[in-house]
């Protein structure tokens, strides 16, 4: 009857219409960030689209449920933002496919998220909020008219009460713009994936990227995406098995021409507000990103209007940013944010641990 048949008839997968709609809501932060790499670093689209399609549907498969696979956030704000070499960002998802690996296996997450700390999260998701916003709008400087097209759709999907799928309608009408600029695409085998010189990456920026993603992916990836399939599941998927199941996907997907990709909770909630309750919506979206690696061509991509990619960002950022308002601790996690626009989010990312365990050891009187 086949892989799929069973898990049906099992009630574990399923491929109604709230599945098909359902893999849109992961695609809203998937895409706009994916599509900013290609058009502002050497990423391989064709080999990132095949590393996400390949993924989501492993992982639909293997849960069950329609769990989220993304980029890591933290890194590929830093990369958009020129921070990071496409080495650098390769390089930084492969130590962090050891480490997710080491503790899931080991069953240490909740040790580390301690130390890390709550507000010291929130306050990486508010830098990465601020990175992504600043340089959307140095794109948006691209063409203020279509800038203002793009604004203009996004207010409008709001208004009409479609808050979640602004971006990716911004999105589409960019990708109409490209294909009326460039012409429909002819398929293309994506051929060998993209050899970075990691040798080159072992550098200060990278090492600050690596950590302020972890404590994102340990809160953000890990431990809400577990609080949430409980929440709206009833299923118990543990943190550290989102931590090993995350690492084995950048270990194998990097040397692929992948990019570092997680687990993220906002995914999650993106498929199940769309209508997605199993992992059909991965098999689904999956096979959408595999079809879409054979028609992102060079020329179809180059089309992109970069203006409207700044309004992308900035919808984006809004979103991640907002994260701080649930802060336990708002002073310390604002502080961390803007510290990383003066210095640099990896030495924010320190410096607020710091502060975080002083006044930890402060509050417990020692």
């Known amino acids: 009857m086949g892989i799929f048949g069973d898990l049906r008839d099992d009630g574990r997968l399923r491929f109604g219409a709230?599945?098909?709609?359902?893999?849109?809501?992961?695609?809203?932060?998937?895409?706009?960030?994916?599509?900013?790499?290609?058009?502002?670093?050497d990423i391989s689209l064709p080999h990132v689209l095949f590393a996400f399609g390949v993924f989501q549907i492993v992982w639909g498969?293997?849960?069950?449920?329609?769990?989220?696979?993304?980029?890591?956030?933290a890194l590929a704000a830093l990369a958009i933002a020129g921070v990071l070499t496409y080495a650098e960002l390769a390089l930084a998802g492969l130590i962090l496919a050891g480490v997710l690996l080491t503790i899931g296996l080991t069953?240490?997450?909740?040790?580390?998220?301690?130390?890390?700390?709550?507000?010291?999260?929130?306050?990486?998701?508010?830098?990465?909020?601020?990175?992504?916003?600043?340089?959307?709008?140095q794109l948006a400087q691209a063409d203020v008219f279509l800038a203002g097209l793009g604004v203009g759709v996004a207010l409008g999907v709001i208004l009409l009460g479609y808050k979640a799928a602004s971006a990716i309608v911004v999105l589409a009408v960019g990708g109409v713009i490209a294909v009326a600029t460039a012409g429909l695409p002819t398929?293309?085998?994506?051929g060998l994936p993209p050899t970075p010189p990691i040798g080159d990456a072992f550098t200060r920026g990278m090492a600050g990227g690596v950590a302020a993603q972890l404590a994102m992916t340990i809160g953000n990836a890990a431990l809400a995406t577990s609080l949430?399939?409980?929440?709206?599941?009833?299923?118990?998927?543990?943190?550290?098995?989102?931590?090993?199941?995350?690492?084995?996907?950048?270990?194998f997907a990097i040397p692929a021409g992948g990019i570092p990709m997680c687990h993220g909770c906002?995914?999650?909630?993106?498929?199940?507000?769309?209508?997605?309750?199993?992992?059909?919506?991965?098999?689904?979206?999956?096979?959408?990103?595999?079809a879409a690696a054979f028609f992102?061509?060079?020329?179809?991509?180059?089309?992109?209007?970069?203006?409207?990619?700044?309004?992308?960002?900035?919808?984006?950022?809004?979103?991640?940013?907002?994260h701080v308002r649930n802060s336990s601790n708002l002073w310390l996690s604002v502080g961390v944010g803007l510290l990383s626009l003066i210095t640099n989010l990896g030495l924010a990312f320190v410096l607020g641990v710091l502060v975080h365990l002083a006044l930890e050891r402060g509050a417990r009187g020692v």
């Open 18 to 41: 709230g599945e098909i709609t359902g893999a849109i809501g992961d695609s809203i932060t998937v895409l706009p960030l994916i599509i900013a790499l290609a058009l502002l670093t």
């Open 61 to 73: 498969i293997k849960y069950g449920l329609p769990i989220s696979v993304e980029p890591m956030k």
């Open 107 to 137: 069953g240490t997450l909740a040790t580390v998220e301690r130390w890390i700390g709550e507000p010291v999260i929130r306050g990486v998701q508010l830098a990465v909020g601020l990175l992504l916003f600043e340089t959307g709008l």
């Open 187 to 190: 398929p293309q085998w994506p």
């Open 228 to 251: 949430l399939f409980a929440d709206l599941f009833k299923r118990n998927v543990s943190p550290d098995e989102l931590s090993t199941s995350m690492g084995v996907t950048n270990l």
């Open 266 to 290: 906002d995914g999650v909630a993106g498929k199940y507000e769309f209508g997605a309750r199993t992992g059909g919506a991965n098999v689904v979206i999956g096979g959408a990103y595999l």
């Open 296 to 322: 992102a061509t060079t020329a179809l991509l180059g089309a992109f209007p970069l203006a409207m990619l700044g309004v992308l960002l900035a919808i984006v950022s809004v979103s991640l940013a907002s």
